[in-house]
Structure formats: structure tokens, C-alpha cells
């Protein structure tokens, strides 16, 4: 694995991992992680794929290695990633988004179609209307004493570091659909994901909700490459209905994956990586 800082325009470092090897005439892959806040955590996804193809992870500006301070717009974001394929040397890629990271692809898509080979989506995006089947699945997962306890850490202003790690694993254990290990699972991640960039966050769900996906699906359908495919959880808390309605729309193959969550290589994971990779394998092959 090759870790290197590649500078943007305007002098950020975004930090980045390249695995894998050339594979003649196969596009190389782009993880692009979730959130928006949060630091790349796909390295268990580039594992499974990275025998078949280069891999390429990074850091969004202002989360983990990638320190920034500033205004957070998709179209800057949208930006980096243009750059950072610039920087790698590819005129085409495969993008692979996962939750908030399907929606920055999607916009990526939008804007420089020109340069997506291939597209997989995983747990996203999900257009409207989703949100209200979501926060019923999440509360039905919670007892009232961690519900209670949620919205008390969710009021405190400036959280001590205990408070921070029970407040993300109580936000984040219902994603999971096995539920001995949803806690383990999302207690990990609490550790591992804070600090949390809630300003990045903020702007970021702002800026969805302002220029949303839902007004871009003509666009997203004729704009969609060949081989796409989204593979969600049959265990999210975000309903699969959605995916499978959006799939319809764009008129994109989806994949739901049984006795799985939204992190699907935790919960499925030999099933999960045995489409994972029959999904790489049949993206367009490319010159370079």
C-alpha cells in the first residue's frame, strides 16, 4: 500500500492510498467514503478488490489526514476528486461511492461523465421519500433508555471524549442489522471515525438538500455507464424499497444483499464480496 499527500489548487493535502496493480484494458477503482465528517474507512472494501484492479482511497478535505478549514460546497469536493484523478494520471476511472460518498459520485457523474467508466453504488444514494421509513427502523432498534440517552448527549453542546464515543455508537449501532454485533460494530467505528467534522457535515447535508439528487435523475439515467450497479443491505435502516425505486428510475441494476446492513462487508461478507467483485469484472474495459 502507497500512502501519499496530493495538493489541491488552493493548497490543500489530501491524503490518499493506492493498492492494487494495473490490470491492462481494467479501469482502476476511486473509493469514495461516506458521512460527510467523517475519514476514509473502506480499506476492508479495497481488500476484497485489489487482486483485480488499482485501488485508490482518499481522505476528503477536512477529515482525517486531509486537514482544511473552510466552506464545504459539493462542487469543491466534486473538484477534488477531478484533481486527484489528474494527480493519479487517469483519464477514466470506476467510481465507487458508499452512503454519502453515492451521492458525491452521482454529482461526479453529473459533471464529468466523461470520466466515470463504470459506477458502483453501495447502501445509496437514496432519493426521497426515505427519511421517515429510516428514523422508524433506527428507533425501533433503540430501547427508550438508549433513545432517552441519545437525546441527552445529542443536547450537550461540547461533549467530553466518553461522551462523544457513547453519542456516535448510539447514532450509529441501528445501521447494522445483526444485532449481537451492531454495538461492537459501532463502538469500533466511534473510536476509530471521531473527530468528526460537524461543520463539513452541516454544510454538506445544506448543500444536498439544496441542489438534491431527486431533480438529476433524467440526467443521472442518461449519464449512467454501462455495468452499473448498487448493492444495498436488506437489514439497513434506510428502506431497500428506495434503492430499488431509484434503480428503476435510472434504469440501474440493484443488488440487495440478505442479513445485511449498511456496512455489508461487516454482516455478509462472503456474499457481499462475491458480488462485489462480479460487479468490478464486468465494468467497461478502457484504454488506459
Known amino acids: 500500500m502507497v500512502m501519499t499527500m496530493v495538493e489541491m489548487d488552493d493548497g490543500a493535502q489530501l491524503r490518499t492510498w493506492t493498492t492494487g496493480s494495473v490490470i491492462l484494458r481494467r479501469a482502476p477503482v476511486v473509493l469514495v467514503h461516506g458521512g460527510p465528517g467523517v475519514r476514509d474507512y473502506l480499506a476492508p472494501v479495497a481488500d476484497i478488490i485489489d487482486d483485480l484492479c488499482l ?26 476528486l477531478t484533481l486527484l484523478l489528474d494527480a493519479w494520471g487517469h483519464d477514466q476511472v470506476v467510481l465507487m461511492g458508499h452512503s454519502f460518498g453515492t451521492d458525491l459520485a452521482s454529482h461526479f457523474l453529473l459533471a464529468h461523465p466523461e470520466r466515470v467508466a463504470g459506477l458502483i453504488q453501495l447502501a445509496g444514494p437514496f432519493l426521497e421519500p426515505w427519511r421517515e421509513a429510516d428514523r422508524a427502523a433506527q428507533r425501533a432498534r433503540r430501547s427508550d433508555e438508549q433513545q432517552a440517552k441519545l437525546d441527552e ?22 445501521d447494522h442489522a445483526d444485532r449481537e454485533c451492531a454495538w461492537d460494530w459501532a463502538l469500533a467505528s466511534a473510536h476509530t471515525q471521531r473527530p468528526i467534522n460537524y461543520v463539513m457535515n452541516s454544510q454538506l447535508n445544506v448543500a444536498k438538500k439544496t441542489n438534491p439528487l431527486e431533480s438529476h435523475v433524467d440526467e443521472l439515467r442518461a449519464h ?29 441494476e440493484v443488488i440487495i444483499i440478505p442479513d445485511a446492513g449498511h456496512d455489508p462487508w461487516l454482516e455478509a461478507p462472503e456474499l457481499f464480496g462475491a458480488t462485489l467483485r462480479a460487479a468490478v469484472k464486468r465494468q467497461p474495459q478502457t484504454a488506459r
Open 55 to 80: 485501488v485508490h482511497r482518499y481522505d476528503q478535505r477536512g477529515t482525517g489526514g486531509s486537514h482544511w478549514e473552510g466552506e464545504h460546497t459539493i462542487a469543491r469536493h466534486v473538484h477534488d
Open 153 to 174: 448527549l445529542d443536547a450537550i453542546e461540547f461533549r467530553t471524549h466518553a461522551e462523544e464515543i457513547e453519542f456516535l455508537a448510539l447514532s450509529w449501532f441501528t
Open 224 to 252: 449512467l455507464p454501462p455495468g452499473a450497479v448498487i448493492i444495498g443491505g436488506a437489514g439497513d435502516s434506510r428502506p431497500a424499497a428506495a434503492l430499488r425505486r431509484l434503480g428503476a428510475q435510472i434504469n440501474c
